[in-house]
């Protein structure tokens, strides 16, 4: 599927998954009605929100400056991000089964990991799950380094790896070439850490990315 193609069909996806859930939020306000009277302030916030995002990541889409990738160890989710002058692409969110998550999304990390199999995984294959999802979800966009860049000089390299903690916290530690920015030349490289609690979610203290 070309990139054009597979944008469109993203943008049907962000308005008609939006649209539904908007549309069954509105049919559960009407049975409510009878009940109610009439919805309350927040049901029709939180519908109007949910117009708005699907309104903004189609608008994001049908740019040329959209950057989009498949996970190809589940159908389920697509990548989506936009393209920064000084960075390349940046990361702005991720469809899990047509929904639409923005990257701080509380749950943004749990839906593509649940996509990926977390539930059903024990803690070694939630480890690679963890492991995956970092490099190829979060980090999509960036230079992930698997092997010593002579560039890295004596830095305390490793490649990517994920370790189990207390409480089925998991640590994926690793490290990525910053992108080369507007005005630096030389290479430059950033270690970087995430960690996850046992239902998938991520856990504060990760580093910036």
């Not at 009940?35 to 309104?55: G, H, M």
Request: aromatic share 8%; proline share 3%; hydrophobic share 40%.
């Amino acid at each position: 599927m070309s990139k054009d193609i597979l944008k469109h069909a993203l943008v049907i996806f962000a308005l008609s998954g939006f649209l539904a859930s908007c549309t069954n939020a509105q049919s559960v306000s009407n049975r409510d009605q009878t009940k109610n009277e009439s919805p309350s302030n927040a049901e029709l916030i939180k519908s109007d929100e949910k117009l708005e995002a699907a309104r903004k990541v189609a608008s994001r889409l049908e740019t040329e400056d959209g950057c989009v990738k498949r996970l190809k160890e589940s159908v389920k989710v697509i990548i989506i991000g936009s393209f920064r002058t000084d960075v390349g692409c940046h990361l702005d969110g991720v469809f899990v089964d047509s929904q639409y998550f923005e990257r701080d999304d509380t749950a943004f990390s749990k839906n593509a990991l649940v996509a990926l199999g977390w539930e059903k995984a024990n803690q070694a294959e939630r480890e690679k799950l963890a492991k995956l999802w970092v490099e190829k979800g979060l980090l999509a966009f960036s230079t992930v380094i698997y092997t010593k860049d002579k560039d890295l000089n004596d830095r305390n390299f490793q490649p990517p790896v994920a370790d189990s903690g207390g409480n089925g916290e998991i640590k994926v530690t690793l490290w990525i070439q910053t992108p080369p920015g507007m005005m630096r030349s030389a290479k430059d490289f950033q270690r970087l850490e995430f960690r996850f609690a046992i239902d998938g979610n991520m856990m504060p203290g990760n580093s910036k990315f």
